[in-house]
């Protein structure tokens, strides 16, 4: 860890949107039928009442408000409830995706203004079950600039993983990650910085009001996600606000990123308004949100944004929030993927049409890690060593950004009940538009499709091999299982996996120890096997 920099949101401003080309995830739920009839499709909310439709075996409910449009006066003021209806509100298309510049790779490919986003989507099984069931809330990843809920498809957890699904949205970019003293300094919320995190942990209450509504239990909600989204698991733990919205959590690639320092926020933040004609500290709040939504995208271009640590929503950044012990303890199934790395090479130079060479290797490296960690870098991890300059890049920020840094979070959080492991299909279906020079492997993202059993942008089933379906059927049924216990073997906190299930022991000081998920041969391997493997060592470095 010791080499790491604050490059790792450049270059995952690049890439992470490209998780989010699961968009059509939210048309599945148009595959409805009426035949259970349509008394179960009408739930009664805090708010109001809607109707919802099926969806396979589940029950789908889409674009329910958790808090009012974050417009006008309430742009960059944390969430408010959302205002009550009358009569029956129609719950079967998916609400705005929130403001951002849209992408063919982000699963929102068209601009958007929109900040009227504050919406949820509720999957159910389709049948009653007559038990209030786990809740899984599901926060998506886009390096905090892109996606939306609607992009996962929820219906195939619920029904096979008899749990309750629920996606959100949240603000993003500026909207939601815009740091500024001048909107702290209105009501002494010092909430700037953080409004897509108040954001998540809004819906994760009305999660705890409505649960019960859709037949759910507010006292075992799992707030889970991936890439940001997995970064935004990790920073909610580490919020005290959060505390008592969610028992456990599941973060997939992405627990201990570095997030944004309140001093680099702030800069950033004058930096955005005097772009915008609002430099006047006095003036700033009122001056920005005077501003049309494109103005703001179009000011902050590519830059990155992340939740804001030093006020009150976020104390501290998450790794030091878990070294200091200052954290949510609740039970975390958290991990990365073999090859998480060879997403980004392969987006940021063969999807360019200029794969990496031993040339531009260096600059590479200075690129994402500073020029001073250069030759430190290029020692452990000499050209010789691989197959092509590509491997090698991926390898680094394989190692150095998702492996290593998981490793660090199993052993602080070993004390709270810590569930670790690698996905390392070595050849999993490729839904991204990507095909390098080299194998994808597992590669950042791919794991999710065998999450959600949909393929990204086609809605479809995934092109798995038998065994392939079978690890994805153990992926599910360990995530729910410790949604449902805290423990992904099952049962009441003992050992013994449910049927078909691999042992999936703890990591302990005691024990550490890392679950492997392959095709045909789930099992555990010693977390000094994994930490070889990665190179931790010369991360941490050589304790």
Known sequence: MAVLRGSWRA????????VLVLGGFGTGAAHASSSDGAAALVVHTDRGTVAGMYSGDARAFLGIPYAAPPIGALRWRPPQPAARWSGVRQATQPGSACAQTGSPVSGVPATTTSEDCLYL??????????????VMVWIHGGAFTGGTGSDYDGAAIAAKGDVIVVTINYRLSAFGFLALPALDNEGGADSSGDFGLLDQQAALRWVQHNAAAFGGDARNVTEFGESAGAASVCAN?????????FARAIAESGCLIPLTSRQAGEVQGAALAASLGCADP???AVCLRAKPAADILTAEGS??????????????????AFIAGRYNHVPLLQGTNHDEGRFFVALQFDAQGSPLTAAGYPGALAAIFGPTAVSFIAGEYPLADFASP???????????????????ADRLAAGSGVYGYEFSDPSPPNF????????????????LQYVFQRVPLFDTVPSFTPAQLVLSDQIIRYWTAFAATGNPNG?????????GLAPWPAFTAQQPQIQELVPGGVATVPAADFATDHRCAFWSGGS
């Open 11 to 18: 270059a995952l401003r690049m890439g992470l949107g490209l």
């Open 121 to 134: 989507n509720v999957y159910t099984p389709r049948h009653e079950r007559g038990r209030r069931l786990p």
């Open 237 to 245: 733990m580490a919020s005290p606000p959060a505390a008592g919205l």
């Open 282 to 284: 006095a003036a700033a």
């Open 303 to 320: 830059q990155s944004w992340s939740p804001t640590d030093g006020g009150p929503t976020l104390p501290l950044q998450p790794p030091q």
């Open 390 to 408: 590509d491997l090698a890049l991926a390898a680094v920020q394989t190692d150095g950004e998702f492996a290593c840094p998981a490793l660090l």
């Open 432 to 447: 991204l538009p990507l095909h390098p020079t080299f194998p994808l492997g597992a590669a950042h993202s791919l794991e």
């Open 491 to 499: 049962g009441n906190g003992n050992s013994r996996p449910a049927p």
